[in-house]
């Protein structure tokens, strides 16, 4: 494995990868990347989240077929599933919300930005049919699914997409409606 990137250069440097290499990804990096998962923070610690790592062939294809005909999903050696658990989420986020899907989320960045930071490539996929999804790999109805991601070589460099300017993103002391 070379040298991990440093964080900040990961965050810069990371994009969406949906050309992949055949390569295998090596067990000891799939596990660096789970890990990454499993140190992510999560409210009240809880961590209700679970990871599908989807090797099979065939249950990459009906996954793609679940995601709308994403097909680079299946051109990754294997596709990671993530799911939040409600029951086991701390449930008032802000008085009002559970933070199974909040907390999910937090665990696939991490393994995006550990992914890219050790020369494997990801990419969020939240366009999916979750009962699809669900079907296929036997998750049952109190877990939700979050996201899938492919986690492979990469077999392309995108440019940066655009992000908007702090200032329209970041206020101070006050909400400023434009
Ligand atoms: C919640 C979420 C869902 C996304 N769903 C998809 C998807 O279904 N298919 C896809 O190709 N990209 C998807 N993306 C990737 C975004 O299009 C991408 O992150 C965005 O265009 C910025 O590009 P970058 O990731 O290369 O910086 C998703 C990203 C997020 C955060």
Known sequence: MRDPMDLMDAIKTRRSI?????????????????NSARLAPSADNAQPWRAIVVMDEQL?????????NQKFLALAPLVIVVCGVPDEAFQT???????????????IDHMTLAAHAIGLGTCWIGWFKEDKVREILGIPEDVRVVALTPLGYPDESP????????????????????
């Open 60 to 68: 990459k294809l009906k996954l793609v077929a679940a995601s709308y």
């Open 159 to 178: 440019e940066r997409t655009p992000r908007k300017n702090l200032d329209d993103l970041v206020m101070y002391d006050k909400y400023k409606a434009t």
């Open 93 to 107: 986020i802000g008085g009002y919300m559970s933070a199974h899907v909040i907390d999910a989320a937090i665990a």
């Open 18 to 34: 949906r050309k992949y290499k055949e390569t295998p990804v090596p067990e000891n990096l799939l596990k660096e990347v789970l």
